[in-house]
Each structure stands twice: as C-alpha cells, then as structure tokens.
C-alpha cells in the first residue's frame, strides 16, 4: 500500500503543466499577460521523489546503450582517421588546418595528454589498430557521455516546455535508441559533443521562459545558454543557427512583453539589450578563447604552412621563412618572386616544356624555394652588361628576367597551356638560351602598387619583402597572373603562370624575397617578414578554412544531398572488418515520423488560417496553444538548421541533418503530447497507449539493427530483412550465414581498412585484410609497398599492398581452416573477385598481389591447430574432380567472404585464376 506522500507523488508524474493564457483589460485595449505564474517553475522541472526516479533509470538505459563496448572495433573508425589525426598533432604542436573551429578536438587532445598519450599514433587510416598507448577508449568515452547527457537534456526541454512527465520519458527514451545519435557519438567524431553544446543551449534558452523576463533566474539560464551556444559554435559553425533560433526566441518573448500593459516599455527594452548583448558576447569571447589555446598548440611548422602568408609562418618554430634579406633591390641582383595574391609560392621555371602552343619551357607558380625559382634582373636594353654599381629598381623599369636555366621571363600571342579558352590570357614561357640577348617579348614594365606596398621608400622604389608591384608586358599590355589553376602532370601539377589582361588585381601582384647582390655592402639595410598578431592570425586563419571548405567539391561515395536526407533513402558506411559492419542509418520509425509531423503540422496550420478566413474560430484550450507555440519554436530551429544545407554545393553527409533532426524530435514529442493531453484528454490511456507503441516501435528498430551500430556478428539472412529501402546499401554479403560462424573466425589484428573512407578524402578503396599477430610482428615496415592501380573490368580501385618480401617469395599460401571447411580459395579484385597469380620474385603484371593470410588458427575453446598441405587448381578439369569430390567444401576469398562455386569455375575457365586447395 502507498502511504499519502507516495500517492501524492505518484499524482504529481500526471499533473497538467499548462498555464492558461491570460487575457487582462487595459486602458484601451486587453492585452496578454504571457508572464509565467509562480508555481510553473515547480510543474516543469523536476521536483518529486518519483520523478527523479524515473530520470535516473532513464539514466541507466541510456548508459547500457549508448557506453556498451566501446572499445570495439579497436581500430580507427571512419572520421576518426581525421579527428584522431588532429588529436596527434594538437600533442605534437605541429600546424594543421580543418574546416571546423578546434574546440572539440581540443578536447580530445587534452584527455588523450592527460592519459599520457604524446601523439606517437596518427590515426591515419580507417581500420588500422590502436596500440596499446593509444587512449581511445577514453576519447570514446567522453563522446558517448556527452551523447548521453543530451538524452537527459531533451527530457529537461521537453519537460520545461510543457510535456507530460510520462511522454517526455518516452521521447527521450526515442532518443537514447536513435541509430544514429548513437553511432556518432560512440566514435572520436564531433557530432557527439556538439549536440550535447546544442541540447544544452536549447533546454536553458527554454528554462529563460519559465521565470519572469527581468528576474535574476532569467538571466542566469540566458547566461548559461549563451555559454553552450559559444562552445556549439567553437566545434562547428553550424551552432549559429542554434544561436540565431535563441536570439528570435527572446524577440518572440519580448514582442508579449512590449504589448503588455502592465510592463513599462523602457523595462522591456533594458531586458531585451541585457540578453542580446549576452547571447552575443559570450559565444564571440568563447571562440576567440578558443583560437587563442589553438594557436599555443600548433606552433610548429609543417607541410600545411605554406597556405599561409610568410608573416603567419614566422611565428612557427622551424620556419623556412627568409629573413635579414638584403632591402634594396638593383639591376643585377638575383632574386625570387613570391605570389601574394595565391599559396602557389615563388615564380618557377624549369627544364620541362609545354605539350601544346609554342612549345617552349615552362613557366609556373611552385609553393617551395629550390634553385629553380632564381631569376636574375637585367635592364632591357643592355640585358648582357656587365654590372659595375648599384642601382635602384623604381616605378616603370623596364626590365628583364634572366633564369638560371639561360632562359628569359618571355610572353607571346599563344594561347595558354590551361585557361586556353580565356581570350583575356596569354601563354607565359621561358624562351632563350645561355648566350642569347633575347628579344622584345621579354620586356617588363614595373608598377609598384603603392596601395598595397608598405609606406615609404617601399612606395618609390622596390625593397625586398616591403613592395608589392605588377609586370606588365612591354608589347602586349597584360599582366604577369597566376591563379589556382593547375597545369596537368606534365607540368608536374604546378599551378598555372599567365599574362592576363584582366582579371582579379590581387593576382597580378608580385614581391621579392630573396634578394642577392654582389655591390651590397654588409651594413647594408636588411628587412625581415613582420610576426602578425594574434588577431591578425586569427582573421588568416579563418580566410584558410574559408578556402578549404569552399574547396572541398571532391565527391565522396556516401555524401548525399540534403533534399534526401528528410527520407533517410541511404546511410554511410563507417567500418568492415572480417565480417562486422557499423553503418550510420537513423532509426526508420522516428526519423521518417518526424518528417511525417512537420509535413502534418504544415497542413493543419494552413487548414486553421483558411477556417479562420472563413469564420471559424480557432481553439483558445491552453494545451492547443502551447502546442503551436512549441511547435512553432522548434521547427524554426529545425528549419534554421536545415535550409542553410540546402544551399551547400561541397561534400556532405547524413550526419549534418542531426541538429535540424534534433530540433524535429522535440516538435514530433509535443505532437505525441498533445495526444494525450487534448484529443483524447477523455480517455488518456488510449493517447498513452498510442505513445508506448510508438515507443515500442523504434526500440524494435533499433534492436533489430544494433549489429550495424556497434560492429557485431550478424547474420546474412537478418541483414537482408533489415533492409527497408534498396538505398541502404550495407554489404549483407559480407555476414556470415549462422551465428555459430563466427566462432571459427581467426582472432587478429586489422590493416587499412580501405572500403569506406573518411569523409575528407575523394575515394573509397578494397577491403582489408586480416593477418595474425604474430604475421604481423614479423613484417617489418620498410618492406611495405606502396599503393598500385589494379584496372579491371568493371572498376578502379587502389590496392594496398601489404605482402612481405619473403611471403611474396613463396609461391604457397596458407589459410585457416576448420574440418568442416576442406576448401579455400585465395582470390582477390573487383566484385567478381578476380584472383591473382603471384610469381615467386613478384614480378611480371604490375596488378598482381600475393596477401599472406593467417597461420596457425585455432578454433573456439583451443581446438586444436590444422594446417593442411595444398594444391593448386588451374584447369577446368581439377575443379570438376574437385566438385565430384563428396566431400564437404566452400570456396572463400583471402578475406574469408564466401563465394558461389559458379564464380569460382568461371575464374578459372575465363580469367586464368588459380585456387588452392587445402587437404
């Protein structure tokens, strides 16, 4: 029996939560008081013994969810391989670039230094194993923990806007056992935290509601929201539209708060500054705070600095920045050229020609210093003369380029190599030889650009570093122009040198860096790039992100257009190793009921607007009221978060429409409320039945699918069941036909896992292989080969290579082997799994691999270790005697996928394959 405390608990998880609206007269006109009455604080936000019951066991389901095994797959898993990489250099300090802010991986990197992990791992490929040094586990672990935080977070929101207790668990629940939500945030990936930073922002933008506009409560949660807000947008930019949707929340508040009455307007206005200027600030001095722990953690220089300016690269330690160069440049000095307007770097020439128009040496923009970018300056009319004092390169010179290949800076009529169908361009080589005086198309013009030069002497005449100027041919008037344009491999993919006679002027400016001269005494005046600011950095670095994702348009094998993703028509392969995948599929039931709501909800308002036109008067119930305004709120949020990626053109993926879905679930909830709490508010246990289906029917979804989240065994014939749509294109292949399979699989460790790629790379490559330990602590590193083309019929694709030297040197190859399977084959290739024959030296088609498979494999429960002798089958004729033979027999390929005996015939009859047989 319940005492009275426990009953009146009890009563509590089903008290109403609405607060009528309340329409007060004013001296002209009513007006509604929208100001949240006392007791709505205590009706919204948890305050009973079994409340807070029932949020620590929806706790505890979500920990047994969303923390379960997360150290499998002990390998790199999809964006890890980007993330992770990070991470490495973030401990290395070594300078990189990424198209999102750093705060989450900056978090990353601080659990993985504070496990003393030195970044010794590089995370550079999906599927390679994590060493024992590798904190992966914990990285995981703060991922899945934020990720379970959210579920709480959505059930906070959804109880501080209104929902009933019982349907705000059950939505939350929805959440814990979303496919998706629970992928990402399994994996180092940003996804995870950030939609803990969003939930977080979102649930304190709602608690603002609760408590009076101009309270201290008030401010306080805006404070707190803003704070979220901050750290959503220092993980990914896409948390700007969360901010935009909490700043047109407090406008929606203070338009009530203007039209009521009893508020004096000034108090309104001080309210709306004191939370604009909060939600403003805050996240600006979050981001930038996060810029500035960046930058002490990237302060080495690397490979990536050259697409910054030499003033960002001087700040970096080990710099290859040229400094204490010689001020003023003469005729006669020896100098580089350096392109301002591009990262191409320095103007280049080299002993390679160009395949069409006039066929004379190349001239290109390369990002390095070598000896090839040294061009000596000659006056035009005396280009040979023997120099004898120093003098001074001003405004108009008109000179020469002498390479130290013997050729000079030269243009003509001739199309270019690249841009040949720009009539405003014209071809620019390197025309001459050792000896030669050249001729008028060598001529030079200088204009220095005093805008864009230092003020000063730098403005009169050209120093080195301080000038910037332009080239202008003598006779045709155009510029010397580089653009990102580059030439094709010939031209060793350097990037593309014109003259242009329009175009974009920062492109025509040039500036000397080196400078040498044999009249320059030593006390000569010196000039050095000038270290930039933290702010000015901070704009730099933001102007190379910009770059890069404006120049992410590589296709990807799973991106997909966001119109789509509203249907969910196809997921993204993350992981697939010896028969295990993780596939990212949102859950059907809630994904697809989702979009079904916003669909619905659109029709209802436009059915409610034209009945209002007609006459017919809409419903004044609170909860009717509540619902649409809730509604209303959170699909702004979904469509702020949405529509943006509508007008995205670069790469990408499913788990971008996560935020505008979050926005969508807390919408559909209030749809799922509204159920109980108005049209069946006679007979709740229907609405409530009809919330517990619903309920049922996505953990349903998500059991019968968790193979595909977490990378367990599976089972042929349960994954082809799963499949509801034809565009979920998980390899049901690869799943062995009975769970009592997998118990006969060889324990090892993985290679590269090439079948899926991170989603910062163009391609997707073969699947791995698997090799033993022991296999594999027996192949040194530098014995490794690099990757190779294999052309077939029907596909391209990159094989690695991993064989040894002394594998590739015997001709045998060994697999595991149970009793029940006598018969094995090593084949390797497209889809049709084209084998290949491997000589003893390794030799002959370059497309041929030989992969060691394990040896020695025992079988569950330490069964004893078969090896077998073998034999090879070539002829058509073995493989009938082979197939007479009774005895028990499938046919595999070096990965242990099984293969139709019919494809295995073919092979042999019409490809030349060879199988091995093992006794």
Request: proline share 4%.
């Amino acid at each position: 029996m319940l005492d009275n405390k426990e009953k009146k608990d009890v009563s509590e998880l089903e008290k109403d939560t609405i607060q009528a609206i309340e329409i007060k007269k004013g001296r002209v006109i009513p007006f509604i008081d929208t100001e949240p009455s006392q007791d709505l604080v205590q009706l919204r936000t948890i305050s009973t013994t079994h409340e807070i019951i029932l949020v620590l066991s929806l706790l505890a389901f979500t920990a047994l969810i969303r923390l379960h095994d997360l150290g499998w797959p002990n390998g790199v898993v999809f964006d890890e391989a980007v993330y992770g990489n990070i991470v490495s250099k973030y401990l290395k300090n070594i300078l990189f670039v990424d198209v999102h802010p750093p705060l989450i991986k900056l978090l990353y990197a601080g659990i993985a230094h504070f496990l003393g992990f030195e970044g010794q791992f590089e995370f550079n490929d999906i599927g390679v194993p994590f060493p024992t040094t590798t904190p992966y586990y914990a990285m995981r672990l703060f991922s899945a923990t934020l990720g379970s935080l959210t579920v709480l977070l959505m059930y906070l929101t959804l109880r501080a806007s209104g929902v009933r207790i019982w349907v705000a668990l059950a939505g939350s629940i929805c959440l814990v056992i979303e496919n998706s939500f629970v992928t990402v945030s399994r994996h180092i990936m940003l996804e995870g935290p950030l939609m803990f930073f969003i939930a977080a922002a979102v649930y304190f933008t709602k608690k603002s509601d609760l408590f009076k506009a101009d309270s201290c409560n008030s401010y306080i949660n805006i404070g707190i929201a803003a704070v979220a807000l901050g750290l959503a947008i220092s993980s990914k930019w896409v948390g700007v539209a969360t901010l935009i949707w909490a700043g047109l929340i407090c406008v929606w508040r203070l338009w009530f708060m203007v039209g009521n009455l009893s508020m004096p307007v000034c108090g309104s206005f001080k309210v709306a500054l004191i939370k604009a200027f909060t939600l403003i600030f805050l996240p600006i001095i979050l981001y930038i705070l996060t810029f500035y722990f960046h930058f002490q953690y990237t302060g080495i220089n690397s490979d990536v600095s050259q697409l910054f300016t030499p003033e960002f690269r001087t700040t970096l330690a080990n710099n290859s920045v040229v400094n204490n160069v010689v001020a003023e440049i003469a005729v006669g000095s020896m100098i580089t050229l350096r392109h301002p307007g591009t990262h191409g770097g320095y103007l280049h020439s080299h002993d390679a020609f160009y395949e069409k128009g006039s066929n004379q040496q190349q001239i290109t923009c390369y990002p390095y210093v070598d000896k090839n970018d040294n061009w000596t300056v000659e006056l035009y009319d005396v280009p040979l003369e023997n120099i004898t004092s120093f003098q001074n390169l001003t405004d108009g010179t008109k000179i020469r380029l002498l390479h130290n290949t013997g050729c000079r800076l030269h243009s003509h009529d001739h199309k270019p190599p690249v841009s040949e169908n720009s009539d405003w361009q014209k071809e620019v080589s390197c025309y001459g030889y050792p000896g030669f005086e050249g001729d008028a198309n060598d001529d030079w013009i200088i204009e220095i650009d005093k805008d864009a030069s230092i003020p000063g002497e730098s403005q009169e005449h050209v120093r080195a570093i301080e000038t910037k100027f332009r080239l202008k041919h003598a006779i045709m008037g155009c510029y010397l122009f580089s653009h990102n344009t580059m030439l094709p491999k010939l031209g060793f993919e350097q990037q593309e040198v014109t003259c242009a006679y329009s175009g974009i002027d920062s492109l025509t400016l040039w500036s000397v860096e080196n400078n040498e001269n044999p009249f320059v005494s030593d006390d000569a005046e010196r000039v050095s790039y000038e270290p930039l600011s933290f702010w000015k950095k901070f704009v730099e670095t933001h102007k190379r992100m910009l770059e890069i994702a404006s120049g992410m348009d590589n296709t990807h094998m799973y991106e997909s257009k966001p119109a789509t993703w509203p249907f969910m028509l196809r997921g993204i392969d993350f992981w697939s190793e010896q028969h295990q995948d993780i596939y990212l599929l949102g859950n059907a039931v809630l994904w697809w009921s989702v979009t079904a709501f916003i669909v619905g909800f659109a029709g209802i308002v436009v059915w409610e607007l034209v009945s209002l036109q007609l006459g017919y008067e809409f419903s004044k119930d609170p909860h009717v009221i509540n619902f649409h305004i809730q509604v209303i709120q959170y699909l702004l949020g979904f469509l702020l978060n949405f529509i943006p990626s509508l007008l995205l053109e670069n790469q990408i993926f499913l788990y971008h429409y996560l935020p505008a879905y979050y926005f969508g679930i807390l919408a559909l909830t209030h749809g799922l409320d509204i159920l109980v709490s108005y049209i069946f508010r006679r007979r709740r246990s229907i609405g409530y039945t009809i919330v517990f289906l619903f309920a049922t029917l996505c953990v349903y979804f998500f059991r019968d699918r968790s193979a595909l989240v977490y990378g367990t065994s599976w089972t042929k014939d349960l994954c082809e069941q799963s499949k509801w749509l034809s565009g979920w294109d998980y390899d049901c292949d690869s799943f062995l036909a009975t769970y009592e399979a997998y118990a006969h699989q060889p324990s090892g460790i993985y290679t590269v896992n090439t079948l899926v790629a991170p989603s910062k790379t163009m391609e997707a490559l073969l699947p791995p292989t698997v090799y033993t330990e022991k296999v594999h602590e027996d192949i040194p590193k530098e014995v490794y080969q690099d990757v190779q083309e294999d052309s077939y019929e029907d596909a391209q694709h990159e094989v690695y290579e991993n064989a040894q030297e002394e594998i590739q040197g015997n001709d045998q190859q060994e697999m595991y082997e149970t009793p029940q399977q006598e018969v094995n084959e090593d084949t390797q290739g497209n889809a049709n799994e084209v084998p290949q024959e491997v000589n003893e030296e390794n030799q002959g088609n370059a497309n041929e691999v030989q992969q060691k498979a394990p040896q020695g494999a025992q079988s569950e429960g330490n069964e004893e270790t078969h090896e077998y002798k073998k034999k090879q089958i070539d002829s058509p004729s073995d493989f009938d005697k082979l197939m007479n033979n009774p005895i028990p027999k499938k046919f595999v390929d070096e990965n242990g996928n099984e293969i139709d005996p019919e494809v295995a015939r073919k092979l042999i009859e019409e490809e030349g394959g060879i199988l091995e047989k093992l006794h």
